[in-house]
């Protein structure tokens, strides 16, 4: 292919509008060095596209500079040495008089000489999974994990995710997920360790951690290194513009889950809302045949939620029949956590369905009505007396 024209890309456009303009040009990769596109010609000239500008730009050659610099240097000038000023601060540094009256270990080189003289942080986007069923597949992983983030994909597309096996060849019970991105990482850690993997079954509870890669060091001297793998930069650009679509799929406003359909949005109408409304958590006769069952429920909740975030109120209705409890945060991320964690687990052999309060159910208890926007627990206070005075008299 001849030097034409690049392809063009609006300026500001997203990363997957750029993927998909600049996807059906061979000349075009993503550089990971820079995080930017480039395009190589034919004669061995580099572009370099800027996003903010919508433009290519050249690609400086360090080797021209190199050449440019040497046709204008002038002889018998080092270009290495540094300017007068600076060579008469250094040396006045020199001549400050030592302290030997005590020992100063040497200090490792400064990190401020160059940006680039520092290696940058690896980021750390994986979980290890351990105590899995040994029955447990990819496809059930990925399920479940992928509610907490988007799961990176290899340049054939298959969800990076890792079964370990034994010896024998037979399933460990530990799994290696890689995500797109390391936020994804620690909501995994909160929301899945010491979770179920398969909802309702108690045989199937996880362990979840941030992994840990430690480096292996070769071998000995004369030890063969082996070839670096080909990297195939279509394919890269291909598969980052995949994962940037799928980032942008997901909602934008809490960082929770896939972006929300309308049925969805119906659900959840109140998206700042910091009430979780749970049904199912108790039946009618379990009130009337345990009384004190009141209050370990509210403090089970409590205990239980309060790992998502501070919990400013607790609320059981008692009349109605399909046992709610509200259960209400100082924040409402806090809430959308709570939701995500409670909705379709089991309690007391029952599925519980939790839910972000829309402001426009009503719920019934004894001796008031529904507080869920209450941010004290003045009218539980009564209830309580009502109960020690009930505990005090029961018998007579």
Same mark, same amino acid.
């Given at each position: #292919?001849?030097?034409?024209?690049?392809?063009?890309?609006?300026?500001? @456009?997203?990363?997957?509008?750029?993927?998909?303009? $600049?996807? !059906?040009?061979?000349?075009?990769? $993503?550089?990971?060095?820079?995080?930017?596109? %480039?395009?190589?010609?034919?004669?061995?000239?580099?572009?370099?596209?800027?996003?903010?500008?919508?433009?290519?730009?050249?690609? /400086?050659?360090?080797? /021209?500079?190199?050449?440019?610099?040497?046709?204008?240097?002038?002889?018998?000038?080092?270009?290495?040495?540094?300017?007068?000023?600076?060579?008469?601060?250094?040396?006045?540094?020199?001549?400050? *008089?030592?302290?030997?009256?005590?020992?100063? *270990? *040497?200090?490792?080189?400064?990190?401020? =000489?160059?940006?680039?003289?520092?290696?940058?942080?690896?980021?750390?986007?994986?979980?290890?999974?351990?105590?899995?069923?040994?029955?447990?597949?990819?496809?059930?992983?990925?399920? =479940?994990?992928?509610?907490?983030?988007?799961?990176?994909?290899?340049?054939?597309?298959?969800?990076?995710?890792?079964?370990? @096996?034994?010896?024998?060849?037979?399933?460990?019970?530990?799994?290696?997920?890689?995500?797109?991105?390391?936020?994804?990482?620690?909501?995994?850690?909160?929301?899945?360790?010491?979770?179920? /993997?398969?909802?309702?079954?108690?045989?199937?509870?996880?362990?979840?951690?941030?992994?840990?890669? %430690?480096?292996?060091?070769?071998?000995?001297?004369?030890?063969?290194?082996?070839?670096?793998?080909?990297?195939?930069?279509?394919?890269?650009?291909?598969?980052?513009?995949?994962?940037?679509?799928?980032?942008?799929?997901?909602?934008?406003?809490?960082?929770?889950?896939?972006?929300? !359909?309308?049925?969805?949005?119906?659900?959840?109408?109140?998206?700042?809302?910091?009430?979780?409304?749970?049904?199912? #958590?108790?039946?009618?006769?379990?009130?009337?045949?345990?009384?004190?069952? /009141?209050?370990?429920?509210?403090?089970?909740?409590?205990?239980?939620?309060?790992?998502?975030?501070?919990?400013?109120?607790?609320?059981?209705?008692?009349?109605? @029949?399909?046992?709610?409890?509200?259960?209400?945060?100082?924040?409402?991320?806090?809430?959308?956590?709570?939701?995500?964690?409670?909705?379709? %687990?089991?309690?007391?052999?029952?599925?519980?369905?939790?839910?972000?309060?829309?402001?426009?159910?009503?719920?019934?208890?004894?001796?008031?009505?529904?507080?869920?926007?209450?941010?004290?627990?003045?009218?539980?206070?009564?209830?309580?007396?009502?109960?020690?005075?009930?505990? #005090?008299?029961?018998?007579?």
């Amino acid at each position: #292919m001849s030097n034409d024209a690049p392809p063009p890309a609006a300026a500001g @456009a997203s990363a997957s509008a750029q993927a998909a303009a $600049f996807a !059906n040009d061979d000349r075009v990769h $993503f550089s990971r060095e820079t995080g930017t596109w %480039r395009l190589e010609n034919e004669d061995g000239t580099e572009l370099e596209f800027d996003s903010a500008k919508g433009v290519w730009v050249p690609v /400086l050659d360090e080797e /021209l500079i190199k050449k440019q610099q040497a046709a204008y240097s002038v002889a018998g000038v080092d270009e290495e040495t540094p300017a007068a000023p600076v060579l008469k601060r250094a040396n006045k540094k020199r001549k400050e *008089p030592e302290n030997y009256t005590s020992y100063t *270990p *040497p200090t490792e080189p400064s990190a401020k =000489r160059g940006k680039n003289d520092k290696p940058a942080k690896s980021k750390n986007t994986a979980v290890y999974v351990t105590g899995l069923p040994a029955d447990t597949d990819v496809d059930e992983i990925v399920e =479940r994990f992928s509610k907490f983030g988007v799961i990176e994909e290899d340049d054939e597309g298959e969800s990076k995710v890792k079964l370990y @096996a034994r010896e024998d060849g037979s399933f460990s019970g530990e799994a290696l997920v890689v995500y797109f991105k390391e936020e994804s990482v620690t909501l995994a850690v909160n929301l899945l360790d010491d979770a179920e /993997l398969r909802i309702g079954d108690a045989s199937t509870i996880m362990s979840v951690q941030k992994a840990e890669f %430690r480096h292996k060091h070769s071998g000995g001297v004369g030890e063969e290194a082996k070839p670096r793998k080909t990297v195939d930069k279509k394919k890269i650009t291909r598969r980052i513009g995949k994962m940037q679509k799928k980032i942008e799929e997901w909602d934008d406003e809490d960082g929770f889950g896939p972006a929300k !359909n309308e049925e969805d949005e119906k659900k959840v109408v109140n998206r700042n809302c910091r009430v979780v409304v749970l049904k199912h #958590m108790f039946t009618l006769q379990e009130l009337d045949e345990d009384a004190s069952l /009141l209050l370990d429920l509210k403090d089970d909740v409590r205990s239980e939620c309060s790992s998502l975030g501070e919990v400013t109120n607790v609320v059981l209705y008692d009349k109605e @029949a399909d046992g709610v409890m509200s259960v209400k945060f100082r924040d409402s991320l806090s809430a959308q956590a709570c939701v995500i964690k409670m909705n379709n %687990r089991f309690f007391a052999g029952r599925r519980i369905e939790a839910f972000l309060y829309s402001g426009k159910q009503r719920f019934k208890r004894s001796g008031a009505g529904d507080d869920l926007d209450g941010d004290n627990d003045e009218s539980e206070k009564q209830r309580l007396d009502d109960f020690a005075s009930w505990l #005090m008299t029961d018998g007579d």
